[in-house]
């Protein structure tokens, strides 16, 4: 999946210009209830401004609250000019720079705006990784590192004619077991098809409906 697949276009962002002043940057991100927006030099892409950009900005320098508001501007002290990706990049290249920041700005090569992708949308692309949103049976197992063993997992979910929901696998080291987790739609085998799980060598964790 690609990152532009999942970002929002630029006319539905909330963006702000790099002549816009603070006065109208706060009034937006408080009225969006926002705490950041990028900022644009025509549709060009030059940084952040964020709440705590402007109460910094404000508190290092000299001018009075009314003064400062309406004088400086969004180009004026713009931060993280880097915190941006390549509409082309992969949405795993997202997930560093979700750890401390909730917003990315996507671009082009000339750094021309895109769009965002928000820390709320790649929430929902792993509720959908996981079938979060859909009714079923999830199974956790694990399973020793050996060539063919997902295969040997997919010739069991196909003999037992299971309709799979979600599934996904951890513990990318150097560890000798891998965890699955496999979310399958309700049916009146799931005893029967977790036996043959175990029986394959495939050790179950838990099973829950969910």
Known sequence: MFVKSIMKPPHKSYT????DTINAVLDMLNEKDIDCVPVLDGTTFVGMVTKEAVYSSFFKGEQSKEEFLRSTTAGDIAVHKDLCIHDEEVFERTLPSFKGFPVLAVVD??????????????IEQFESAFGVKKAGIRIAFTSEESEGRIERLGDIIKSYHENVISLATFDETDKLARRIIL????????????????????RILSVKEI
Request: avoid cysteine; charged fraction near 35%.
């Open 183 to 202: 979310k399958i739609e309700k049916k009146d085998n799931i005893a029967s098809f977790t036996s043959k799980l175990e029986k394959s060598g495939f």
């Open 109 to 122: 090569e000339q750094r021309k705006f895109q769009g965002l992708v928000t820390r709320y949308d790649v």
């Open 16 to 19: 702000a210009k790099t002549g």
